[in-house]
């Protein structure tokens, strides 16, 4: 009878498991990205390496492929190699790869030794992945405390017209990404950088 039971619950058990996740597709033609110029790979809405940014679980592929752009392409400048390295770090942490988007945002660091707003942020998300919370709200404070520089309107602007689908910035600039990392901080990262963290933002349309 006990056998019986027993066979009984497992067969329950076994119904009630559930179905295993289904594998993302994050197949890209690697050739044809990194034949693009780095306006169109990394600053052009609906193409890039964006195309398959909206696909969650294939954050690590998209670091990749910015790894591979950054270090293969040809012709970049200091601030493109920074733009691409911190993308790379963000796809890093968002795909729970801590270490090496430590790495790499320790790097961020150095590079924007002479540019205080940037710093301060790199430093947030530095103390952010490290669970530092003081030095989370060390670095906020140093960000706030920053004046805006001239010609920042002129910025919104352009950003407005080239994104109206995004929230506009505002300053200091990612003032509001610091604030959702500490409402949301013992959340992964991933879940901390959402728009849904951050106090008063709107979530892009598009």
């Given at each position: 009878?006990?056998?019986?039971?027993?066979?009984?619950?497992?067969?329950?058990?076994?119904?009630?498991?559930?179905?295993?996740?289904?594998?993302?597709?994050?197949?890209?033609?690697?050739?044809?990205?990194?034949a693009l110029?780095?306006?169109?790979?990394?600053?052009?809405?609906?193409?890039?390496?964006?195309?398959?940014?909206?696909?969650?679980?294939?954050?690590?592929?998209?670091?990749?492929?910015?790894?591979?752009?950054?270090?293969?392409?040809?012709?970049?400048?200091?601030?493109?190699?920074?733009?691409?390295?911190?993308?790379?770090?963000?796809?890093?942490?968002?795909?729970?790869?801590?270490?090496?988007?430590?790495?790499?945002?320790?790097?961020?660091?150095?590079?924007?030794?002479?540019?205080?707003?940037?710093?301060?942020?790199h430093e947030?998300?530095?103390?952010?992945?490290?669970?530092?919370?003081?030095?989370?709200?060390?670095?906020?404070?140093?960000?706030?405390?920053?004046?805006?520089?001239?010609?920042?309107?002129?910025?919104?602007?352009?950003?407005?017209?080239?994104?109206?689908?995004?929230?506009?910035?505002?300053?200091?600039?990612?003032?509001?990404?610091?604030?959702?990392?500490?409402?949301?901080?013992?959340?992964?990262?991933?879940?901390?950088?959402?728009?849904?963290?951050?106090?008063?933002?709107?979530?892009?349309?598009?």
């Amino acid at each position: 009878m006990r056998a019986g039971l027993l066979s009984l619950v497992l067969l329950g058990t076994a119904g009630c498991q559930q179905a295993p996740e289904p594998v993302p597709d994050c197949s890209y033609d690697a050739e044809a990205m990194l034949a693009l110029d780095i306006g169109e790979f990394d600053s052009t809405p609906g193409a890039g390496w964006r195309v398959i940014a909206n696909i969650p679980g294939c954050e690590s592929d998209w670091a990749d492929l910015l790894a591979r752009y950054r270090t293969q392409g040809e012709g970049l400048s200091a601030e493109d190699e920074a733009g691409l390295l911190h993308h790379e770090f963000q796809l890093r942490a968002a795909s729970g790869q801590t270490d090496a988007a430590i790495d790499i945002v320790r790097e961020l660091i150095a590079i924007r030794a002479n540019d205080a707003a940037m710093q301060s942020y790199h430093e947030a998300e530095l103390a952010f992945l490290s669970r530092n919370l003081g030095a989370l709200r060390a670095a906020r404070e140093r960000l706030a405390a920053i004046p805006k520089p001239e010609g920042f309107e002129k910025g919104v602007e352009a950003f407005k017209a080239k994104y109206p689908g995004y929230p506009p910035p505002a300053w200091p600039i990612n003032l509001d990404v610091i604030d959702g990392f500490i409402n949301c901080f013992d959340e992964p990262y991933a879940e901390a950088y959402k728009f849904s963290c951050r106090p008063d933002q709107a979530q892009p349309v598009n």
